[in-house]
């Protein structure tokens, strides 16, 4: 076996990866601010693979994943953010020579403990954010860029300083600060990506019209967003919040709009009985395929087919 090919390096602690990067132990056991770290790496210039215990932020000077469409960017440059949750496994791309010198600016480590009995611990795990691709990293200009390392700078400080009983409150405000701040600066990222993301739009339709083609779905199942993603070459949370942004609908409920749109069809249309129209529809037991039409109609099968049949 490659080394490259070996299972990722797992770090169960803070004091674990501060040793991996060759840095003095973190000040606090649950939550450490590391300027200019370079992750582990591997021979030549990949990095190492890790899975982490814990959640990471990163901010980089400038990223290779500007978006480019046709002869324009749309993207600003004056550096990117990225989210990984505990794990996940990261490393292993290879980076251009070109880009082998760069390091992240900003690393900030926060072990889930440390958020334990804060709304944020429950709040973190909604950030669609932290599940995104690196290609799908936040850019930002240079206000925002000013905003978040201010909040980095403010960590820094408390983290730096004495500890009484209020360090742990002011570190959580500034983190629940920031993530408030990068969800807001993704938001406009999907409005500035807009022209791009009209693509995406039109490939998804064009994606769940050959998976809602006659006699598909019974064959391959309904479309999960997973697939969806997977077609569409980006990660499932960045596909549901992009989406969301724009549309004001998730993936899960343009697949959901998509069967609901058939099954009507389906019952105003044809004969079919109700468990025909299941089967079609990819449904493995009609009584699912009630439950569902009902949930997202307020009327059964045969109550929506009688309705119209009385219009």
Known sequence: MKKSEKAPLRYASLSEAHRALGLPPPLHPLISLMRDARPPRLEGSSPQPHVLSFYKVSFWPRHRHTLRYGQGYYDFEAG?????APGQVLGGTPVPEEEDDVCAHVTLLIHPDFLASYPLAKKIREYGFFTYAASEALHVSEAEREVLLGLFRTMETELASRLDEFSQDVVIAQLDLLLTYANRFYKR???????????????LEATLADCFHPGRLPEQGIPTVQYLAEQLHVSPSYLSDMLRTLTGQSAQQHIHD??????????????????????ALGFEHSQSFSRFFKTKTTLSPLAFRRSFQLN
């Not at 990222?189 to 490939?203: D, E, I, S, Y």
């Open 80 to 84: 990117g953010l990225l989210f990984a």
């Open 258 to 279: 998509k069967l609901i749109e058939r099954a009507k069809e389906q019952l105003s249309t044809t004969s079919l009985s109700v468990s025909e129209v299941a089967y």
């Open 189 to 203: 990222q999907f409005l500035t990506r807009k022209a791009v993301h009209h693509g995406l739009l039109q490939r």
